[in-house]
């Protein structure tokens, strides 16, 4: 079956602009993550959501990020005056589990390459 | 939010068995140790979850000690395609943090 896609696979945007990024988490996925992925780190966490509530948002580095998922399924991260510093790849990942489960298997899609000039 | 520790790299042939340790002396008793395999250009994929003595799937096998304080994911006989990154992770569902993982090099 389909797995966990993301759009676009990359982007280039200059310093100022907003951009939008996409992710369709596998049917039925009750839980969905946002991450954020530096050149040579690990992914770090930026937000949680399960169904169409946003539970966890500690990991947003600051009010620029906004992330939603209106109707429980697709999911959209959004920068505002996207900066330098914001250049990564973001990872998009789904589970059935719930926030209280003990199974942590994530399924991830393959990110979005982000360029800020 | 228990500290991860493991080796930055790690190089083995085709064939061999590779074990890597994961250090998390503050794990917390709720805990679950997760480990995470990923390749370029793509997401993370998990391997193996387990909470004490030893797991194993048809990937690997995940070895934790009494005390718990470590962890060895094992992988038998690998292959030019296991060359990736391996996080190691602890903690609970929504709360996962990844390190800078250890990056495996298979050489034939």
């Known amino acids: 079956g389909a797995g966990v896609s993301q759009s676009p696979r990359y982007k280039v945007a200059k310093r100022g602009q907003d951009v939008a990024l996409r992710c369709d988490p596998i049917?039925?996925?009750?839980?969905l993550f946002w991450y954020q992925q530096a050149l040579g780190q690990g992914p770090e966490f930026l937000t949680y959501?399960?169904?169409?509530?946003?539970?966890?948002k500690s990991g947003l580095p600051s009010d620029r990020f906004f992330a939603e998922r209106p109707e429980g399924s697709v999911s959209t991260l959004k920068i505002q005056r996207t900066q330098q510093e914001d250049s990564a790849v973001y990872l998009c990942?789904?589970?059935?589990?719930?926030?209280?489960?003990?199974?942590?298997?994530?399924?991830f899609g393959p990110g979005t390459r982000l360029t800020v000039l | 939010l228990a500290k991860t520790t493991q080796p930055i790299s790690m190089d083995s042939y085709e064939g061999q068995e590779v074990n890597i340790t994961c250090s998390h002396n503050n794990i917390a008793t709720n805990d679950y140790i997760t480990w995470y395999q990923q390749f370029p250009s793509q997401g993370p994929r998990f391997i193996i979850q387990?909470?004490?003595t030893k797991v194993t799937n048809e990937v690997a096998s995940l070895f934790i000690p009494a005390d718990r304080k470590s962890s060895t994911l094992s992988l038998p006989r690998v292959s030019l395609s296991d060359t990736a990154v391996y996080y190691c992770?602890?903690?609970?569902?929504?709360?996962?943090?990844f390190g800078a993982g250890t990056r495996l090099t298979v050489k034939p």
């Open positions: 992770l602890v903690g609970s569902f929504n709360d996962m943090r």
């Open positions: 990942a789904s589970s059935l589990a719930l926030r209280t489960s003990t199974n942590n298997e994530q399924f």
């Open positions: 959501f399960q169904n169409e509530a946003q539970l966890d």
């Open positions: 049917s039925g996925h009750v839980s």
């Open positions: 387990g909470y004490k």
